[in-house]
């Protein structure tokens, strides 16, 4: 089977569906997936009109990490060649993070690796009762930080919890992650399409501009230095949204009961 459509984007209504599809390779990340993942979250930046992301993949399992069978060992690329490979991938979570759509993952089987990786980019996780994640670099020699696994694993679910995982390799099931608050919910995959299309057009109903500065500025509460620093922000988003026009058609909407009709405004 070939890489053709390796990367399927649907793009209706303000939603982008976009379904990793490699299933023949577990969805397991090739240097042709990585670019087209890569490309598409970085151009997102500036395109207003795609407001929020469905993140979701071809067959039973998320995706599988690297694919080892496409790489080259790292003694044999060298170290700049090295990092620029890691730089490839771990610039998909940047981007991931730092586009102003809200991503919605959802979840099935194996999340492993660069997977796992993936998954914590997203903003809202939806996951089977078979999904399951680890950080497989370590079991390949590597270390078990890599590809902002260990920047959001512990901020998620606290330092404990974040170096079990991560020292060890050992897989996080469903329903741990749902205990520890990674998962919002725990379905069967056509409930979870369901639920995540449902969360989509709720976030729809938001402002365009309220909803990319609530992205913005849940990324930059977490590391904010004080409380005053995080209500400093606040206050500043609160006043630039005031100068909106969707502001004031939000407002008419929500007081005459009907959906709003934005207009970037």
């Known amino acids: 089977m070939t890489d053709d459509n390796i990367l399927q984007v649907e793009e209706a209504g303000g939603?982008?569906?976009?379904?990793?599809?490699?299933?023949?390779?577990?969805?397991?990340?090739?240097?042709?997936?990585?670019?087209?993942?890569?490309?598409?979250?970085?151009?997102?930046q500036r395109r207003l009109a795609v407001r929020v992301v469905i993140l979701q993949a071809a067959g039973a399992q998320f995706?599988?990490?690297?694919?080892?069978?496409?790489?080259?060992?790292g003694d044999a690329l060298g170290t700049e060649a090295m990092m620029a490979v890691q730089h490839s991938i771990r610039d998909i979570m940047i981007a991931m993070r730092r586009c102003p759509q809200p991503v919605i993952g959802v979840i099935q089987g194996?999340?492993?690796?660069?997977?796992?990786?993936?998954?914590?980019?997203?903003?809202?996780?939806?996951?089977?009762?078979?999904?399951?994640?680890?950080?497989?670099?370590?079991?390949?020699?590597?270390?078990?930080?890599?590809?902002?696994?260990?920047?959001?694993?512990?901020?998620?679910?606290?330092?404990?919890?974040?170096?079990?995982?991560?020292?060890?390799?050992?897989f996080m099931n469903a329903q741990r992650a749902l205990g520890l608050g990674l998962f919002s919910q725990v379905a069967p995959l056509d409930e979870l399409q369901r639920e995540a299309q449902s969360l989509a057009e709720d976030m729809l109903r938001n402002t365009p501009l309220g909803l990319r500065l609530t992205?913005?500025?849940?990324?930059?509460?977490?590391?904010?230095?004080?409380?005053?620093?995080?209500?400093?922000?606040?206050?500043?988003?609160?006043?630039?949204?005031?100068?909106?026009?969707?502001?004031?058609?939000?407002?008419?909407?929500?007081?005459?009961?009907?959906?709003?009709?934005?207009?970037?405004?």
């Open 63 to 73: 995706c599988a990490g690297l694919d080892l069978k496409e790489q080259e060992p």
């Open 15 to 44: 939603i982008a569906r976009v379904t990793l599809n490699r299933p023949h390779r577990l969805n397991a990340l090739n240097p042709a997936l990585a670019t087209a993942l890569r490309e598409y979250f970085q151009g997102l």
């Open 215 to 265: 992205k913005e500025g849940l990324g930059h509460a977490i590391d904010a230095g004080s409380l005053e620093a995080v209500i400093a922000m606040e206050d500043r988003q609160q006043v630039l949204c005031t100068q909106s026009g969707d502001f004031r058609e939000g407002m008419a909407a929500f007081l005459e009961k009907r959906a709003p009709v934005y207009r970037n405004t």
């Open 110 to 170: 194996a999340a492993s690796g660069g997977g796992f990786a993936l998954a914590l980019a997203c903003d809202v996780r939806l996951a089977t009762p078979d999904a399951r994640m680890n950080a497989s670099f370590i079991r390949i020699g590597l270390t078990g930080c890599d590809m902002g696994v260990s920047y959001f694993l512990p901020r998620m679910v606290g330092s404990s919890v974040a170096a079990e995982y991560l020292l060890t390799g050992r």
